[in-house]
């Protein structure tokens, strides 16, 4: 492909303007230091910049300063830590670290090429041994020698090679086992990376359209990678502590009678959960924001009911507004010019769930405080959260897809160069002509990836506007980088496939490590029937994924943990149970990814950095830094090989010490999942309970493993926003041979413990809760 492209010629001149400093030549490039370790390349098109917007970096970034100076053939910009070398004849950028170790580095002078409107950046190999990233992709966990696109896609019939699915997020790490580091195009059009597929010399990406506009982010360790395209793309807040419960969904609890039946199954069968949702059957003939005053009577009693059961309702909204002028919200949306238009001006109809739909325009902040406030209609009957579907956006090209849903795509067309190909990209989304924004000045190109990352926006912030002081639930299946600051993403449409559980493995580490925490898939899987013994699988591993949710399609069996058999409920009731046991260790997670954007589920790289084999373990991972999951994902599999990186491991189940690096074998009867502790662990516990808040949690229970650890436990009252006002807690533990340390080094919330009841191998400590303690081992 490369021959094709035309490349960046000869620098003529530079100039260091404030915090940037430019280079003029056949395109011009603006570079700009964020800090150490974060330099922004900004190449301009035709001779000019026109992206001085960012859909996923919504803030002012900070500049610093840096030095320039000329040499024979270079130009070198340096920061503390950085050595960016820009050689003028024939443009190319090197970019070393300041003992000269080379990182990264353009391929010849095609670090920055054009072919018609798309704009390419061509890389070296340099000690590239793994890409990771790039949000929710199919495949392995490293990226390396494929080829993959960003186009949100709504896709639930999804294979090994289906590309691409729901979500965009063109950014990828580079890892090896000395160093890291990442890049962040951020450019909204279509996106491709082709990361050694086509060549062994060189990798790339490219846009459509749009600007090569790119952020290098140096590690070394994938962490602080993560930690810094976090802080340019944002992070996750605290979610409301019921959302880490287990949630039951299913497509079809058709009416009160039957969600009230499902509730009140949870109680009596003594299965905790925390959350209910309403999918499209509450909808009023599917109109958005009202409920079937025929199937769901009264709407606030029957949601206060639940909640005094301990449950929180969470319904879908859909993008789609049904047309039909007697319906308000289509209404006003026409009158107020808030629908998407063709260039041709009239409003774009497209058809889902309602049959004929409009679609607000999310590019407008007026659409988006319009669609926040029509929320309070379900806030007011008494909702936890917001569930937003179908917004890649998804809008079936003829109305009886609604129904088959049996569409046949084929997008995995890599054609690049053949225009007249691009058709096939839209044939269940919007039509190429359609426009947004206050003039029509975006196209749908443009705005096709982020159209879900908004509508999300929309959702959160109207959320904020309309209910203050409680914190939401919500999810959303389309999305782009930055999506983690308003919302929770689960992975779109899986089925109840043995190879839809294990692809969940390597696909939510990479959403991880795209910036993503508050991640799941459906449980048991979404379209077809699950076998007993696939669930029970999936509920041992879905207790582990931060969003644990069950959910599945209409006219697929029951899927309830109680739906298929005695024993598969038993067990189901065990994990739940020991999933309401991690909660505290869960949130105290949550605050790590609020501070620091690093994900819950952790590849082994991410704590083993330097670990060659770890790289390839990509079937298990860690649970923050301590909980080591080993899932078995084939039927009839009863024992499996486990990767254990270097230290000391007990299995969680039968306490046997063992000694990595090493691969063993474990046995892995129906009732277990394999986990192993890591030396030193510190996990902090509470007792099961039926849903959040059932019991008050008197005791902190913490498990301790031999070893050196530290671990920083956060606590608030899972509920307000007035974490943000500084009231919480934050304790460091810490263990060392000898001893065990617990001591507040934030103490701003009034928690209702009185113990702390501390386990280490058979001995037990029960201390009443203090400033500063420090037991004996
Ligand atoms: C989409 C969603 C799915 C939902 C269904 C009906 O397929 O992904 O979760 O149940 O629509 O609303």
């Known amino acids: 492909m490369m021959e094709r492209t035309k490349p960046w010629s000869k620098i003529v001149s530079w100039e260091k303007k404030g915090k940037s400093l430019l280079l003029i030549g056949s395109e011009d490039l603006k570079i700009e230091v964020i800090n150490e370790k974060i330099i922004r390349f900004h190449f301009s098109k035709n001779k ?102 960003n186009w949100n896609t709504d896709d639930p019939h999804h294979y090994p090679h289906t590309d691409p699915l729901y979500q965009s997020h063109p950014f990828f790490l580079a890892w090896n086992s000395e160093f890291s580091y990442g890049i962040f195009f951020d450019n909204t059009f279509r996106t491709y990376f082709n990361l050694g597929e086509e060549s062994s010399k060189y990798y790339y990406f490219y846009a459509d359209n749009g600007e090569l506009d790119y952020y290098f982010i140096y590690g070394p360790t994938p962490k602080e990678v993560i930690e810094n395209y976090t802080l340019l793309t944002g992070r996750y807040y605290m979610p409301p502590l019921f959302a880490l419960g287990y949630q039951q969904s299913k497509w079809g609890y058709k009416n009160k009678e039957m969600l009230m039946d499902i509730a009140r199954k949870f109680r009596e069968k003594d299965i905790p959960c925390d959350v209910l949702y309403m999918d499209i059957d509450h909808m009023d003939g599917f109109r958005v924001f009202t409920f079937d005053e025929e199937r769901f009577p009264n709407i606030k009693n029957m949601i206060e009911d639940l909640n005094n059961m301990g449950f929180k309702i969470v319904p879908i909204v859909d993008p789609g507004v049904k047309k039909d002028i007697n319906y308000e919200i289509y209404r006003e949306g026409v009158e107020k010019d808030f629908f998407c238009r063709r260039s041709t001006g009239e409003i774009y109809v497209g058809y889902v769930w309602p049959g004929e739909c409009a679609f607000p325009d999310f590019t407008k902040k007026e659409v988006r405080d319009w669609w926040g406030e029509k929320q309070k209609r379900l806030t007011e009957a008494g909702v936890s959260g917001i569930w937003n579907d179908m917004n890649e956006p998804s809008s079936f090209s003829h109305p009886m897809d609604i129904f088959s849903r049996s569409w046949e795509r084929h997008n995995t067309f890599w054609g690049i160069f053949s225009d007249h190909n691009d058709e096939i990209f839209y044939d269940k989304t919007f039509p190429k002509d359609v426009v947004h924004g206050e003039k029509g000045e975006f196209t749908h190109d443009e705005i096709h990836n982020v159209y879900g990352l908004l509508m999300a926006k929309a959702s959160y912030e109207g959320w904020r506007r309309g209910n203050p002081n409680v914190r939401p639930l919500i999810i959303t299946r389309a999305g782009f980088s930055g999506v983690q600051k308003y919302s929770a993403v689960w992975t779109g449409d899986n089925k109840s496939w043995w190879e839809h559980l294990y692809i969940s493995i390597p696909m939510l580490q990479n959403l991880g490590i795209s910036g993503v925490p508050f991640i799941g898939a459906d449980v048991g899987g979404f379209g077809l029937d699950s076998s007993p013994e696939l669930f029970v699988r999936w509920i041992e591993l879905g207790i582990f994924y931060p969003f644990f949710r069950n959910h599945s399609e209409l006219n697929t069996r029951s899927q309830e943990p109680w739906a ?134 008197e005791t902190l229970e913490i498990l301790i493993y031999p070893g050196k650890g530290e671990f920083t436990y956060y606590e608030d009252d899972g509920i307000s926003w007035d974490y943000e006002k500084g009231i919480y807690n934050l304790i460091k533990f810490k263990i060392d041979e000898r001893s065990f340390e617990i001591k507040y080094i934030h103490k701003e919330y009034n928690s209702d413990r009185k113990w702390f009841k501390v386990r280490y191998l058979d001995k037990e400590f029960v201390i009443e809760d203090k400033d500063h303690i420090k037991i004996k081992l």
């Open 48 to 149: 000019a910049w026109r992206h001085n917007y960012s859909f996923a970096i919504e803030k002012d970034l900070p500049k610093i300063d840096f030095t320039v100076e000329e040499k024979e053939e270079n130009i070198i910009l340096s920061t503390e830590i950085l050595k960016v070398v820009i050689n003028k004849n024939i443009p190319n950028i090197k970019i070393y670290t300041k003992e000269d170790e080379l990182i990264h580095s353009d391929y010849k002078n095609y670090g920055y090429a054009k072919y018609k409107d798309k704009v390419f950046s061509f890389k070296n190999f340099e000690k590239e041994e793994a890409f990771l990233g790039l949000g929710e992709k199919m495949g392995g966990l490293n990226k390396k020698g494929k080829k993959y696109i």
């Open 564 to 697: 298929f058999s005695k024993e598969v409920e038993e067990i189901s009731k065990e994990y739940i149970k020991l999933r309401y046991r991690l909660i505290p260790y869960f949130y105290s997670l949550f605050w790590e990814a609020k501070e620091k954007g690093i994900p819950l589920i952790r590849s082994l790289i991410l704590e083993f950095p330097n670990d060659k084999e770890a790289i390839h373990n990509y079937d298990e991972f860690l649970l923050g830094p301590f909980i080591l999951v080993a899932p078995i994902y084939q039927e009839g599999v009863r024992a499996r090989v486990v990767y254990l990186p270097e230290g000391l491991w007990y299995d969680f189940w039968e306490g046997k010490i063992y000694k990595g690096p090493d691969y063993i074998s474990i046995k892995a009867p129906l009732d277990k999942i394999p986990i192993f502790i890591r030396e030193g662990s510190i996990i902090p516990l509470w007792e099961p309970q039926n849903y959040i808040g059932e019991k008050k949690q």
